[in-house]
């Protein structure tokens, strides 16, 4: 089953998604410029085979819900997102205002 649900921060609006599958679920909460996502996310392809794509994207891991997503600090960023000023330890819903 596939939820998408309208999330808020800071006055903008976000997309959350919750993937449901056997065993797991993905979440993911989606900004116009990048995401971040629980530790289903790859951010090492992310810089290397995709480096030429410049995803903007944060790995959160441990994660159950969407609101823990927004609230627990990230492991991982990527190249991109760093650029930004998106660094490992910065909690998802700050990362998330970054990219707007």
């Known amino acids: 089953m596939v939820t998408m649900v309208p999330i ?17 679920t993905l979440l993911t909460i989606n900004s116009p410029k990048g995401y971040i996502m629980c530790g289903a996310l790859d951010v090492g392809l992310l810089n290397t085979r995709l480096a030429e794509r410049k995803i903007i994207a944060g790995r959160a891991v441990g994660v159950k819900t ?8 990230l492991e991982s960023v990527t190249t991109e997102a760093e650029a930004l000023g998106i660094v490992p330890g910065m909690p998802g819903h700050e990362a998330l205002l970054k990219m707007v």
């Open 8 to 24: 808020t921060v800071g006055g903008h609006s976000f997309v959350g998604v919750e993937v449901k599958l056997p065993k797991t």
């Open 66 to 73: 969407l609101q823990e997503l927004l609230e627990a600090p």
